[in-house]
């Protein structure tokens, strides 16, 4: 057949383009004697440096790394890669030292109680996350989610990772170009071809000529060379409800070689935005993300230099010079446009709160890989498909991370107030915000099977935060013995949080084991 | 705890060691672990599973010999009722140390002084009147080399036995005549389907380290579990 899918062409390496380029391959053998060849070529610039930032990823980053087919071990010991449970957020609701956090597991017997309007008749005590799930007594001590003897992926409790990027797109580029038959070019986009039907025909490079593809994948980062520059599909932006636009990252050593290492990242806020404190085996990544319009680059460092003193004393404070970076909040207005799909950055980028942008890479190549268009005709259908999907993630993320700022009650600064402000909030948002004042968010709120926060993030985030919805003005039948259940859920959650807390090592032990010993596969 | 020292000829003397079986002597423990040399012996008694370390998540073979922590079915009032008793627990209180990898020092004897069985007064001596290594520490050096060469054998067996996927998890419900109920966990078997995929030059490499033949005899053991079964539902609870 003529128009037949047979090679992609992905512009742009980092973690964005090799993820991407990781996953499709690993679903779609690349095999040169194959009677119809599927290709793939990453053109990678060999001018821009990979920036090492410490990040945060969600659990599916163990499915991904499985399907692209790398070893768990590996992947720990190549990234600076360490275990994360969850969030833990300090000085968001009041600012006073408030804390609460947000766990990767749900609550206990998830799927067949809603255990949260049981919790509001306690009143407060226990916290609801420390309530509902043993992990948050594991992030107190900074405990591993598993033990040297779960083999690699599997888990004791849900765990995802924190990593450095840079080492992360190192070992994707090795293990695609290695194992999975990627084709890397080292070569500057120059230029973008159009074909007569408009679709994108090749890009020109500087130093491997032309290269033609009948699917382009654009991860040039902000650039967004192929779907924002030569396709002009608009930016939308979003700072209207996110204000966050700038962002100071820095790294801090450990003061003590065998100090702890978090298992979950700390989020404090701020004045006009909040510090990240993200625990890799070698060094914390730190940094600050804060609104221009509401505080200066020079405040903004002031406060980051200031938490760093706090955490990790004066010396290391004066060690630090953080780096710098202005983003745009926001996304482009379709993601898929004929036969050019944005992926990272180049599709849209919102401050990293709840760590939503490896987990959108993931969602993006996973989509492409399981519904690669076989033809150019198909390529439409999927396409609208995707930029559906794709919508809805970017509004959900945009709607979750508001709700972070809604629900405080923090009055100290004209970035909090402006928060409250009725236009910054998206409607969506206002709508669910009062329905859950009479019901707390449960499996009806998801919308979609492959929704990117499930609904125990919203129950986390919301009773973390001292929401309350109001009990039900009627009784179930069942009432009673809903209650007897919930409190005896709550029970074992306890038994089961002092057990763990026993039999699970430090978060620095395990993955000292792990560098000596590895995981086992089974 | 364990106190282990290494064997001295002057320091422990007079030192005695108590033989015989039985829990008071801390053989009340639920496997041995086990190494292909000795799977033969092993086989006609124990049934043979693969565990992990729970210090380093590393595979072992051992000797399964009751279905809960501290509970040896084999133990008797008069001591250990099997024809064959796993080394390792022969060896007890001794233990060959080594210097680790990249240490070339030769292993050394030593004996955890906590143990049970380490006595001033009661059992066979150590070391006779002249100051040498009487007959039964010399027996028991014996198995220690024995030992020693066996577990060093094993690294490699187990190593070949993950590199050819022939492991695989074995969750085992066993409902008692009592009518109580046990689930054996964190057990791994032979994986018989995998095993018999095995091709041609595998095979024959798999000969050639002497590693075919225990892994047949590490199948055939598990006909073992059900005399253990039997062992356990003749136990007056």
């Known amino acids: 057949m003529e128009d037949r899918i047979s090679k992609i062409v992905i512009v742009g390496g980092g973690s964005a383009g090799w993820l991407t380029a990781g996953v499709i391959a690993a679903e779609h053998r690349i095999d040169p004697q194959a009677k119809q060849p599927f290709e793939l070529v990453l053109i990678e610039s060999p001018d821009v440096p990979t920036i090492g930032v410490g990040e945060g990823t969600w659990p599916s980053m163990r499915s991904t790394l499985q399907r692209i087919g790398l070893s768990e071990t590996e992947f720990l010991r190549e990234c600076d890669a360490s275990f994360k449970q969850g969030t833990w957020f300090r000085d968001w609701q009041t600012g006073d030292g408030d804390t609460y956090s947000h766990p990767f597991t749900v609550p206990i017997d998830y799927a067949d109680i809603n255990l949260a309007p049981h919790w509001l008749a306690l009143n407060g005590a226990p916290p609801f996350a420390d309530a509902v799930t043993p992990q948050t007594a594991l992030f107190a001590d900074c405990l591993a989610p598993k033990q040297i003897t779960t083999p690699e992926f599997a888990f004791v409790v849900?765990?995802?990772?924190?990593?450095?990027?840079?080492?992360?797109?190192?070992?994707?580029?090795?293990?695609?170009?290695?194992?999975?038959?990627?084709?890397?070019?080292?070569?500057?986009?120059?230029q973008v071809n159009a074909a007569e039907n408009g679709d994108i025909r090749s890009v020109s490079t500087d130093r491997s000529g032309e290269i033609a593809g009948d699917l382009f994948i654009d991860c040039t980062g902000s650039k967004s060379l192929l779907l924002g520059e030569h396709f002009g599909i608009p930016f939308q932006s979003?700072?209207?409800?996110?204000?966050?636009?700038?962002?100071?990252?820095?790294?801090?050593?450990?003061?003590?070689?065998?100090?702890?290492?978090?298992?979950?990242?700390?989020?404090?806020?701020?004045?006009?935005?909040?510090?990240?404190?993200?625990?890799?085996?070698?060094?914390?990544?730190?940094?600050?993300?804060?609104?221009?319009a509401h505080i200066s680059d020079d405040e903004a460092t002031a406060q980051l230099l200031a938490y760093i003193k706090e955490i990790a004393g004066d010396a290391a404070a004066a060690d630090v010079t953080p780096r710098k970076i202005r983003f745009q909040p926001g996304h482009r207005r379709e993601f898929w446009h004929r036969n050019c799909v944005a992926i990272g950055m180049s599709s849209g980028f919102i401050e990293p709160l709840e760590a939503s942008a490896l987990v959108m890479i993931e969602l993006a190549a996973g989509m492409i890989a399981d519904q690669m268009p076989p033809t150019r005709e198909i390529m439409?259908?999927?396409?609208?498909?995707?930029?559906?999907?794709?919508?809805?993630?970017?509004?959900?993320i945009i709607e979750f991370l508001k709700l972070h700022y809604v629900l405080s009650e923090r009055d100290d600064s004209p970035y909090w107030q402006d928060n409250h402000a009725t236009a910054s909030i998206p409607d969506k948002l206002s709508e669910q915000l009062l329905l859950w004042r009479y019901r707390s968010p449960w499996h009806q709120d998801a919308e979609a099977v492959d929704e990117l926060f499930p609904t125990a993030s919203y129950q986390y985030i919301l009773h973390g935060m001292g929401f309350r919805s109001a009990p039900r003005h009627t009784r179930s039948h069942q009432q009673d013995q809903l209650q007897h259940r919930a409190s005896e859920l709550f029970r074992q959650n306890a038994a089961r949080a002092s057990q763990l807390q026993q039999a699970l090592p430090g978060n620095r032990e395990l993955l000292n084991k792990v560098r000596e010993f590895g995981f086992q596969k089974l | 705890m364990s106190q282990y020292e290494v064997l001295n000829k002057e320091k422990h003397r007079q030192l005695r060691i108590k033989t015989g079986y039985g829990a008071a002597l801390g053989d009340a423990v639920m496997s041995a672990m086990t190494f292909p040399l000795e799977f033969r012996d092993i086989q006609s008694c124990y049934p043979i599973l693969f565990t992990k370390d729970p210090n380093t998540g590393g595979f072992f073979p051992a000797a399964i010999m009751g279905f809960e922590k501290d509970q040896n079915l084999f133990l008797q009032d008069d001591g250990w009722d099997a024809p064959y008793i796993p080394a390792l627990a022969q060896r007890q209180p001794f233990l060959i140390a080594t210097g680790g990898e990249g240490d070339d020092r030769p292993p050394v004897v030593s004996l955890d002084l906590d143990h049970p069985r380490v006595s001033q007064d009661e059992g066979e001596s150590l070391f006779d009147n002249e100051g040498e290594p009487s007959e039964f520490l010399k027996q028991k050096i014996a198995l220690l080399d024995k030992l020693h060469g066996g577990l060093q054998h094993s690294v490699g067996f187990v190593d070949t036995l993950l590199q050819h996927e022939l492991l695989e998890q074995i969750t085992l419900d066993i409902a008692f005549n009592d009518g109580s109920k046990q689930t054996l966990q964190g057990f791994y078997s032979i994986a018989e389907e995998q095993l018999y995929q095995l091709k041609g030059d595998v095979l024959e490499s798999l000969n050639q380290a002497g590693y075919l033949q225990p892994i047949f005899m590490a199948v055939a053991s598990l006909s073992r579990m059900r005399g253990l079964i039997e062992r356990r539902n003749r136990l007056r609870v």
């Open chain 1, 238 to 292: 979003q700072q209207e409800y996110l204000f966050n636009d700038s962002a100071l990252a820095t790294q801090v050593p450990y003061a003590e070689e065998d100090q702890a290492i978090q298992s979950c990242t700390h989020s404090t806020a701020q004045t006009a935005g909040w510090i990240w404190d993200i625990g890799l085996p070698t060094r914390r990544g730190i940094g600050h993300t804060y609104s221009s």
């Open chain 1, 380 to 396: 439409d259908i999927v396409a609208q498909q995707y930029n559906r999907k794709f919508r809805r993630h970017w509004n959900q």
């Open chain 1, 158 to 190: 849900n765990y995802a990772y924190h990593l450095d990027a840079g080492r992360f797109a190192d070992l994707l580029r090795r293990h695609c170009t290695e194992k999975l038959g990627v084709e890397h070019v080292k070569a500057n986009v120059l």
